[in-house]
Nanobody, 125 residues
Framework: VQLQASGGGLVQAGGSLRLSCAAS????????TGWFRQAPGKEREFVAG????????YYADSVKGRFTISRDNAKNTVYLQMNSLKPEDTAVYYC???????????????????WGQGTLVTVSS
């Protein structure tokens, strides 16, 4: 599986961005997909995850109510809509696929098998 994350950029606090994770090379639609982020000087952390059908979604407490994860399996793409962005959301955002799970969304990096290259989100105050 090859994953391509895109959609990052510079936005003011309170603004919105939509990230995309496009997959190729394997049937993307049958696996759990997650978004993680890594801020400068910090560990990579779980942001959101979605089951293969989109029926189950999970969010880190820090983004609940502001971020929405969704997927379009026909387009082999997972999205992360980010609203009400804060400076502390500044990070490189990565998408990842868990080839061993259809429904259960893992929140740890080791549970994911393939990773995209990351896209930088910068939120100015």
């Amino acid at each position: 599986v090859q994953l391509q994350a895109s959609g990052g950029g510079l936005v003011q606090a309170g603004g919105s961005l939509r990230l995309s994770c496009a997959a190729s090379g394997r049937t993307f639609s049958t696996y759990v997909t997650g978004w993680f982020r890594q801020a400068p000087g910090k560990e990579r952390e779980f942001v959101a995850g979605i089951s293969w059908s989109g029926g189950s979604t999970y969010y880190a407490d820090s983004v609940k109510g502001r971020f929405t994860i969704s997927r379009d399996n026909a387009k082999n793409t997972v999205y992360l809509q980010m609203n009400s962005l804060k400076p502390e959301d500044t990070a490189v955002y990565y998408c990842a696929v868990d080839l061993r799970s259809l429904v259960r969304v893992g929140k740890e990096q080791y549970e994911y098998d393939y990773w995209g290259q990351g896209t930088l989100v910068t939120v100015s105050s």
